[in-house]
C-alpha cells in the first residue's frame, strides 16, 4: 500500500494496480512499466518535478513516449522558465523516491499539470508510488484528484 493508491481508495476513484516485476538495470521506469504490462507507451505517464522560475515546484504527467517541454510547462505554470528540479527537492517535496513518483498522495501537493494527449484514452497509467507498481485510473479522476490542469506539455 502506498499514499498514491490510498489516495485513490479514499476518495472512492475507480482504479486498478498493476504490479510487475522492476528491473534494477531499466533507465526509463516508464517504458519498462509500458512493455511489462503490455500498453502502449502512449497511456503510460511519467511524473516529472521541475523548478519554475528557479523556485516553484510543479509537477508534469506526460506520456512515457513523449517528451516534455520545458517551454509549454513553464507556460501552463504562468512563468518564464522551467527546468528540471533538484532530486533532492523532488524526494522531500513528493515523498517518493526517483523512478517511483507518483502524482497522486504526494507530501506536500505541487501545482500538477497533466498533459492533454490522457483525454484520448479511457484510463491511463501512473506510478503508484513505487517502482514496479502503477495505477490505472480515467485521467478526469488523476485530474480531480491531483487538482490538476490539462494542458498540451509535450515537445513537438
Known sequence: ??????????????????QYQHDPASE?????AA??????????????????????????VVPVS??????????AAGGKK????????????TGYVLG?????GQKKRLRTFIDASAQRFD??????GR??????LAPAELARLTHGTLAPLQRD
Open 82 to 93: 522551467a527546468a528540471m528540479a533538484d532530486p533532492t527537492d523532488v524526494q522531500r517535496a
Open 35 to 60: 512493455e511489462k504490462l503490455g500498453v502502449a507507451a502512449d497511456r503510460v505517464f511519467k511524473t516529472l518535478v521541475v523548478a519554475v522560475d528557479g523556485q516553484d515546484l510543479a509537477v508534469a
Open 28 to 32: 526509463s521506469y516508464g517504458t519498462e
Open 1 to 18: 500500500m502506498t499514499p498514491a493508491i490510498n489516495s485513490a481508495r479514499k476518495a472512492k476513484v475507480s482504479h486498478r494496480v498493476h
Open 100 to 104: 517511483g513518483v507518483s502524482p497522486l
Open 123 to 128: 484510463t491511463v497509467f501512473v506510478s503508484a
Open 66 to 75: 513523449g517528451q516534455l517541454s520545458m517551454k509549454r510547462i513553464a507556460r
Open 131 to 136: 517502482r514496479g507498481l502503477e495505477i490505472e
